[in-house]
């Protein structure tokens, strides 16, 4: 018993401390250089309720995830499927109204925004499906599509919304007598490209590229990355493209960062991950990806196990229960997120060992 009240005495101190943090940290000064700043994003959903509507049990999606993106730059986020990538880019666009932390975007809270307020913000932040085919209303053209998120922002006078689409879609490979069909007459590839022009077509700073290639055929995904590469160029859009695939989040990505369960487990440049991965996760997926050498020797790191459920994460490290290096300290204390090197964070006990 007197270990039970020691251990609930040390976590409460903990997180009196990690409240602590949290406060100092939203206090800090916003970095206007940055066109996207999170800070300690938590989203979770409730899976039961008392008759009185108070949560007794969440699904914890996101937890305490932070990064900074500067314009023009592009954020690989990569994790197994339910680690939360998807909606931490929803919830970043408030899509998912965020339970807690800060969204300061191109230097302005947009944290507690109403629909309303969000409204202005809305033309500047867009984001791109995964799925092509379910997220273009089956029933409008592709002019049509296109034109109306022009025509709600009022990017140009109304007698200038075709000619501007058409330019639009030339810039996205799409020719020009598309305007008048409809979704389903295109192919996957086709339908995405529609996708990043719909996103495009209110001059965005910002775009979520939810898995933008998943769907696609190989040869396809290399030209909607090139697509997308050259955009980013020609607009100074910044990305955060979250996928499964390392090898293109290698060749489109400026940082990466590393979830696992909702929690950001690595972040860092994308020098700095693919040259020396820190986190015990960030090796296992490096280890996955097949390397074109037949004559390579790989040292396959098996995971154990599946990923736990978000309802029910495991106490302390959430890795733990498939880390092949897991100590007693990983079972029942969280590690810290430090910068282990200039501007590369790991969350891993074995660091701050070293």
Request: glycine share 6%; aromatic share 8%.
């Amino acid at each position: 018993m007197a270990k039970v009240i020691e251990k609930t005495k040390e976590l409460n101190a903990q997180y009196g401390e990690k409240q602590a943090q949290y406060a100092e940290d939203f206090a800090k000064p916003f970095d206007t250089e940055a066109i996207l700043e999170v800070r300690h994003l938590r989203k979770t959903f409730p899976l039961k309720k008392t008759m009185l509507g108070k949560v007794t049990k969440e699904l914890v999606a996101v937890d305490d995830i932070s990064f900074k993106l500067m314009p023009g730059e592009t954020l690989g986020i990569v994790g197994e499927s339910g680690c939360g990538k998807t909606t931490a880019g929803r919830a970043i666009l408030k899509l998912h109204e965020p339970t807690g932390g800060q969204i300061i975007f191109n230097g302005q809270d947009i944290t507690h925004f109403n629909s309303k307020q969000m409204r202005p913000i809305r033309k500047q932040m867009q984001i791109i499906f995964q799925d092509p085919y379910s997220s273009l209303p089956p029933r409008s053209t592709v002019g049509g599509i296109l034109s109306e998120p022009v025509q709600v922002h009022k990017i140009v006078p109304k007698a200038q919304i075709k000619e501007y689409v058409l330019d639009l879609m030339e810039k996205c490979g799409l020719r020009d007598y598309y305007y008048e069909r409809y979704p389903h007459e295109f192919s996957g590839g086709q339908r995405q490209r529609i996708c990043i022009a719909r996103a495009l077509s209110v001059n965005p700073k910002l775009v979520i590229c939810d898995e933008p290639v998943s769907a696609l055929d190989v040869s396809i995904q290399a030209q909607i990355i090139n697509l997308l590469k050259d955009l980013q160029k020609q607009m100074n859009l910044a990305y955060v493209f979250i996928s499964h695939d390392l090898s293109v989040v290698k060749f489109i990505s400026d940082k990466i960062g590393v979830m696992y369960l909702g929690a950001m487990m690595e972040f860092g440049t994308k020098e700095d991950i693919f040259r020396n991965p820190l986190h015990p996760y960030t090796k296992a997926l490096f280890s996955a990806v097949p390397n074109p050498d037949p004559t390579a020797k790989m040292e396959r790191i098996k995971l154990e196990g599946d990923i736990p459920s978000p309802a029910n994460p495991p106490k302390g490290c959430r890795f733990h229960t498939r880390c092949p290096y897991a100590k007693d300290i990983c079972k029942c204390q969280a590690p810290a997120y430090t910068e282990v090197e200039p501007g590369h964070f790991a969350a891993c006990h074995l660091l701050t060992e070293e």
